[in-house]
Structure formats: structure tokens, C-alpha cells
């Protein structure tokens, strides 16, 4: 009975924790991004095969497929995906970027941690959606404006840190975009499981302008390179992350930190060596991106599997070791994918979209970051520190005071030990005005208690004598 009794415990405990951790995970948003037709494409001919239906389904069509094949009548052209939004290539930058992320920067600002990243073939437009251009900037641009414009909303009672680090993955070496001559960064894992990049220049603002300046300074140092499918191919993945620390200022032993991280990540696209006609170091480049691409799609394809306690290899690349937590930990994460609509891209498109498809599935487990413990530490020392110094003033004026008391007494004696102890020396001065008006005022009061007192045991005695007599008549 009790090991009956201990087993459903057990089980009722593990039930309310999955519950719990259900409660607190949230699926990964998926968009999708159709550009228009290149110039090149038209040159081509090449037909359309991917249509937005409307606000989230994109029909894709097999351009190899021929409609009078007897033999595939009963096989479908078309292959239908559903997304939380979609966009073609009427959408502007506003729409996609109000429809994508900036829902997140209110989570960001209350301690969770967020992350966009823009995923598919190279020259379909991720660079344009993220960075943008002067006169349309992308998502990252306009994500810190409405960051900062929030701060500034709530800065009279919270007070704000703003930290940027800006890096690229080029050949699967780390370069630090905003200090390129610190050479090539490792990353390293914290005492909390969490990756670190060794020596990354942080740079701490809480001036919009100055962190545009270094976005674009960080932007010139980047690795881009024309190829024949792409005349300004990013050669690298570039991830920009801003990191928040909020406190009151109201000062309090209890009071909570809250910080959190936003990666906003440019990849680079996946390329195809016959299409981009590339050779030597852009050959390279090409299968470095293609390989760390490939470990991303495999945690995507391990991570969307319903029954899964399977185990993730995160350590494939260095991007998915920097996305570990972006794709199945503490973050809430936006996939913005992109393809061409063109026949000559759909092979690119169709992998594209399956693994966006798959992602949808992906879940992560979000939570508020508080940093209460540490603060309280340094809270706790400040308190100490300002104690102590008030303690010192406080003896030092005690001390002078009673060194100017004891002078004063020192000077009364030397001065009646200089004159003849007469009748007058002795007696004692009368005491000032207003002592003599205390010492009335406490003898009319005692007078006034006495009479009270005097009053209530007449009465009491008469009380007293009344029942008595009335007892003794009726006796």
C-alpha cells in the first residue's frame, strides 16, 4: 500500500511538471518572405511556381510535372504549406517587420529573450529583409528605434543598460565585427551550460544614434563577394546581439533585475556549385555555408520530432553552438524563411520550405531572466559600506562634542578656583523661567489627579451606602 501510495506521488509530480513546462513553452513563429522575379530570372523565361494564397498559405508547383501524364493524373502539381504569416513580393518592410518581431520587444523589455533569423537560398532577399536599405531599413534598424522609444517610455522609473556585440561566421572561424583586428574568437561554455564568445567587444549605450553608427560600422566590415547567382552574396553568417539590464530606481534589498538577450542573425544562403559557377576560396565558402546550414537543418529536423527526448548535436557548427538556445531553450524565436518564385530556383524553394514547415513544430521552454541573488550581494555591500561611514561620522561628532564638554567644565573650575569661596560663589543660580513653568505645570497636574482620585472614591462610598440601604429596607 505504501509503495502504491509513493508511485502515485511520483506520477502526480512528474504530471504537474510537464504541465508546468507545457504552460511556459511557446512554438517557434515561422514567416515566409516571396521575393519577385529577377531581372536574370526574366531573362530566363522562367515561370512562377511559388503563389501566396493568402495571409499564411503558399501553394509551391512542381514545373517538371506534365498534366497530360496519364500515368502521375491522380499525383497533385501542387504542394500547399501553411505558415503564421506569409508575404509575396508586395509586402513592404513595415508590414513584415510588425507581422514578425515587434511583438518581441515587449517581452525583451520584461526579461525574455528573443530571436529573429532570416533562412533560405542565396539572392532571395534575407539580407534585404534584415538590414535593408536607407530609404527601407530592415528589421534591424527598426527594431532598436522601438527599442529605444520603449526605454525612453518607462526610463523615469527603471533605469537601463544597452550592450551590442556584432559578429560573423565566415569558414567557420568567429571575426568581431565591430573590432576586426582582434583576429578570429573562440566560443566557450559557462559554469550555466550557456556559450560565450571569448574576447567579443561589447559595447554599452543607451543612445539610439550611436548603436546605428555602430551597426553601420560593423555592416562595411562584413565578407560579401559577387557570384554568378548573387552579385552581393553575404559570405557569412552575421549575428547581431543587444543585450538589456533593467532595474528600478527606487532603491530596495528586494528588488529585481531583469535582463535579457536579442540576436537578430543574417544567414548566409545555401548555394549550389553549378548554379554559382564558384572556384577556389568562393568554392570553400560555398561548402563551409552549406555545412553549417546542413547542422542547422539537422537540429531543425531533431528538434520538430513529436517524440523526442532525442539527443540535439548542437556542436556540428559554430552557428548552431551560438543558436542552442535560440532554437530549443530559453527564447522566443522567429523564423523568417525566403524563396524566389521562380522555375529555375525550385529545388531551393521546395527544401526551403520543408524545412520552415518543419520548424513550426519546435518548441521552447521561455522564462523570465532575474538576476535577484547577485544583485542583492553588491545591494547588500553598498548598504554595509554607507552604515560604516555613517557610523564613523557619528563617533567622530560624539567625540568633538564631548572634548568641547569637557573644556568648557575644565575653564568653570579653574575660574572658581581663582576667586574666594564666599556666600555668593555657593549659591546655587536660580533655575531659568521656563524650568519654573515645568515644575508648575507638573504640580497642577498632580494636584488636578489627586482631586480626581478624591472624587471617584466619594463616589464610589455613596455608591456604596446606597446599596447598602436599599438592601437593609427591603430587609
Excluded at 445 to 469: A, D
Aim: glycine share 4%; aromatic share 6%; net charge neutral.
Amino acid at each position: 500500500m505504501g509503495y502504491q501510495s509513493i508511485h502515485w506521488s511520483v506520477l502526480v509530480y512528474l504530471s504537474i511538471e510537464r504541465e508546468r513546462e507545457r504552460e511556459n513553452s511557446v512554438k517557434q513563429r515561422v514567416a515566409l518572405r516571396i521575393r519577385p522575379l529577377s531581372d536574370s530570372e526574366r531573362e530566363e523565361a522562367a515561370t512562377i511556381v511559388a503563389h501566396r494564397v493568402d495571409n499564411q498559405m503558399v501553394v509551391l508547383m512542381d514545373p517538371m510535372e506534365d498534366p497530360d501524364d496519364i500515368l502521375r493524373a491522380n499525383r497533385s502539381r501542387e504542394k500547399t504549406y501553411m505558415f503564421d504569416v506569409a508575404f509575396d513580393y508586395s509586402a513592404n518592410q513595415e508590414e513584415v517587420y510588425r507581422a514578425t518581431t515587434k511583438g518581441l520587444i515587449e517581452g525583451l523589455i520584461s526579461g525574455y529573450n528573443a530571436t529573429v533569423f532570416a533562412y533560405g537560398p542565396t539572392g532571395c532577399g534575407k539580407t534585404y529583409t534584415m538590414l535593408g536599405t536607407d530609404r527601407e531599413p530592415g528589421i534591424y534598424v527598426r527594431t532598436l528605434n522601438d527599442l529605444f522609444k520603449a526605454i525612453e517610455e518607462t526610463s523615469d522609473d527603471m533605469q537601463y543598460n544597452i550592450s551590442m556585440s556584432y559578429l560573423e561566421i565566415y569558414n567557420e572561424m568567429i571575426r568581431d565585427l565591430l573590432n576586426p583586428s582582434s583576429g578570429f574568437l573562440d566560443l566557450r561554455e559557462d559554469s550555466k551550460g550557456e556559450i560565450q564568445v571569448a574576447g567579443i567587444t561589447e559595447v554599452s549605450t543607451i543612445n539610439a544614434r550611436e548603436i546605428m553608427e555602430l551597426l553601420m560600422k560593423g555592416n562595411k566590415q562584413r565578407t560579401q563577394e559577387p557570384t554568378a547567382a548573387n552579385q552581393t552574396s553575404s559570405r557569412s553568417h552575421a549575428v547581431l546581439q543587444v543585450a538589456v539590464r533593467q532595474t528600478s530606481r527606487c532603491r530596495d534589498l528586494l528588488q529585481e533585475v531583469r535582463f535579457a538577450r536579442l540576436f537578430m542573425i543574417d544567414l548566409a544562403g545555401s548555394e549550389r556549385a553549378s548554379q554559382t559557377q564558384n572556384r577556389g576560396q568562393r568554392l570553400k565558402e560555398g561548402a563551409h555555408i552549406n555545412r553549417s546550414l546542413l547542422a542547422l537543418g539537422n537540429c531543425i529536423n531533431a528538434l520538430s520530432e513529436k517524440h523526442g527526448n532525442k539527443y540535439i548535436n548542437y556542436r556540428d557548427s559554430k552557428l548552431t553552438r551560438l543558436l542552442k538556445d535560440s532554437l530549443g531553450g530559453n527564447s522566443r524565436t522567429v523564423m523568417i524563411a525566403h524563396i524566389s518564385p521562380a522555375s529555375l530556383a525550385f529545388e531551393e524553394s521546395r527544401n526551403t520550405l520543408s524545412y520552415a514547415d518543419r520548424a513550426k513544430s519546435i518548441r521552447t521552454r521561455v522564462k523570465r531572466n532575474l538576476l535577484n541573488v547577485s544583485y542583492h550581494i553588491a545591494q547588500y555591500t553598498n548598504i554595509i559600506s554607507d552604515l560604516r561611514s555613517e557610523i564613523q561620522r557619528l563617533k567622530k561628532k560624539i567625540a568633538d562634542q564631548a572634548g568641547r564638554q569637557l573644556n568648557l567644565d575644565r575653564a568653570d573650575i579653574r575660574h572658581v578656583q581663582g576667586n574666594d569661596l564666599t556666600l555668593t560663589s555657593l549659591i546655587v543660580p536660580s533655575p531659568p523661567h521656563s524650568v519654573c513653568v515645568c515644575v508648575c505645570v507638573c504640580v497642577c497636574v498632580c494636584v488636578c489627579v489627586c482631586v480626581c482620585v478624591c472624587v471617584c472614591v466619594s463616589v464610589c462610598v455613596c455608591v456604596c451606602v446606597l446599596v447598602g440601604s436599599s438592601i437593609f429596607v427591603e430587609t
